[in-house]
């Protein structure tokens, strides 16, 4: 790393210098407060201790960044969002932190393709909302979307809400505009559905979380916007009847649009925060959220849910009955891990396990829990229909942050453990990053860890992408 390499401040002011000589004014920031707030992610485990941070406009910006960069083996972190849970936008080396935060263009919708052209730093909600009118939507959706970028989401390969529905951002990037160590800038893929003309590097890229190079803009493929979703809210007795719930949502005669759970604690947590209603007058030990793709039959809709209570399979439910409705409803979702943090400190994980296995993987992480941290509040909630859960515990408020961290890295060791039995993955959505690179063995295998090594040398030779993200430097 650059601090192991032996950095002095001498080195460090002489490529200052050649950046503020190479760059127009205004893109190199040394302010303590972009320092902090540039140099960090929503993890908030790490210190943030960058050297500096760079707010390019263009491209070409970019590319003398990392030309630059290249040169004088400066260690860069790319930053979108910043809205990732794995330490994977983390500056704490006196890196530099390279923001796409200004290249926020979008260009026209092709209504005839479903495409469209923008740049990485371009928020989510806004592609949204600029695709709206044209009848189309880029189906990537989460919670973080009025922040997140879309550099962020390619270069994490985000998950979210939809994927029951679309699956993940990698199945909706057409192509990429790269530049890599050196400088070089990649134009790869453009607007083609088709294009088998050797190895996709588009791949490499989406899911590298910035340790090959930096996405500057990408070509986005579009869906049919939706017509308006039927969004239901149930109360479940445990996660048993999450995954029954779900089995009968799945034979249903509608088209799921998204399927997400989360417990009485996630619930709890979140009207401390807000200024929420419950919408039952009883509490549940669980909730399932369903959205149901508009042009779904209502008559068979409405014959669904009574089936539902005359069988047993729900306690309670709420069907909203305009879009206010369905806001509040989702809100009650979208707002839990906003809420967490807010009203405590949460260790966060985000696995994925078959959707077979969830409950016998569940049943022994408990056993886990109960053996080895009685007592520890456990809050969870996930995107059920693709068996992404996510495990939230609860700093107990007699206990340090430092051994807080130190117990739930142990308890990493054990969950993981469990994870790698029931043949999962140690990340679903949030990548590796700092937090996870301990682990990655878990769910990688030695030979794949090996081949991901060798594809970062021949990209990036002097290590300067992103250094110590994924697996240490």
Not at 42 to 71: C, G, H, K, M, Y
Not at 81 to 93: F, K, M, N
Request: include cysteine; aromatic fraction near 6%; proline fraction near 5%.
């Amino acid at each position: 790393m650059w601090r192991r390499a032996g950095a002095t401040s001498v080195a460090v002011a002489h490529w200052l210098s050649q950046l503020e000589s190479a760059l127009p004014a205004g893109v190199l920031s040394t302010d303590p407060a972009d320092l902090a707030e540039y140099g960090r992610d929503w993890t908030r485990v790490f210190t943030p201790n960058p050297t500096a941070i760079a707010l390019p406009r263009t491209t070409a910006e970019v590319s003398t960044l990392l030309a630059i960069a290249q040169e004088l083996a400066i260690p860069v972190v790319p930053s979108g969002g910043r809205t990732g849970l794995a330490g994977g936008a983390v500056a704490r080396e006196r890196e530099l932190v390279i923001s796409l935060s200004r290249m926020r263009a979008m260009g026209p919708v092709d209504a005839l393709g479903g495409t469209v052209r923008v740049e990485a730093g371009a928020v989510t909600l806004a592609v949204h909302q600029h695709c709206e009118p044209h009848g189309l939507v880029w189906p990537v959706d989460f919670a973080s979307k009025g922040s997140s970028q879309v550099g962020g989401n390619i270069a994490t390969n985000a998950g979210g809400v939809r994927v029951i529905r679309y699956g993940l951002t990698r199945n909706w990037v057409l192509g990429l505009e790269v530049v890599v160590p050196g400088g070089a800038v990649l134009e790869i893929g453009g607007a083609l559905e088709k294009n088998n003309t050797g190895i996709d590097l588009r791949q490499l890229f989406i899911g590298s979380e910035g340790t090959l190079g930096i996405i500057t803009g990408a070509t986005l493929k579009l869906a049919k916007l939706p017509q308006a979703p039927r969004v239901m809210l149930f109360a479940v007795a445990d996660l048993a009847g999450v995954l029954a719930l779900f089995r009968e949502a799945r034979s249903a005669p509608f088209s799921l649009g998204a399927y997400e759970f989360f417990t009485r604690q996630c619930m709890a947590r979140l009207l401390s925060h807000r200024a929420l209603r419950d919408p039952f007058s009883t509490p549940a030990s669980h909730y399932v959220l369903v959205e149901v793709e508009g042009g779904a039959d209502e008559t068979a809709l409405l014959e669904w849910v009574e089936s539902v209570f005359e069988r047993g399979l729900a306690q309670d439910g709420v069907m909203a009955q305009h879009a206010r409705e369905a806001a509040s409803l989702w809100e009650l979702r979208e707002g839990i891990s906003e809420s967490l943090s807010a009203t405590g400190l949460p260790h966060k994980n985000d696995i994925a396990l078959p959707v077979a296995g969830l409950e016998a993987f569940c049943a022994e992480m408990e056993e886990v829990f109960a053996a080895r941290y009685p007592g520890w509040e456990i809050a969870l909630f996930g995107h059920i229909g693709d068996g992404n859960l996510h495990v939230n515990v609860m700093k107990p408020e007699t206990m340090t942050r430092e051994e807080f961290f130190t117990r739930t890295h142990e308890l990493d060791t054990h969950m993981f453990a469990l994870v790698q039995r029931h043949r999962g993955s140690i990340s679903a959505e949030h990548g590796i990053g700092l937090l996870k690179r301990d682990f990655l063995g878990f769910t990688r295998a030695p030979a794949e860890i090996a081949m991901m090594r060798a594809i970062k040398a021949a990209i990036d030779p002097k290590a300067i992408m992103n250094p110590g993200k994924i697996w240490e430097a």
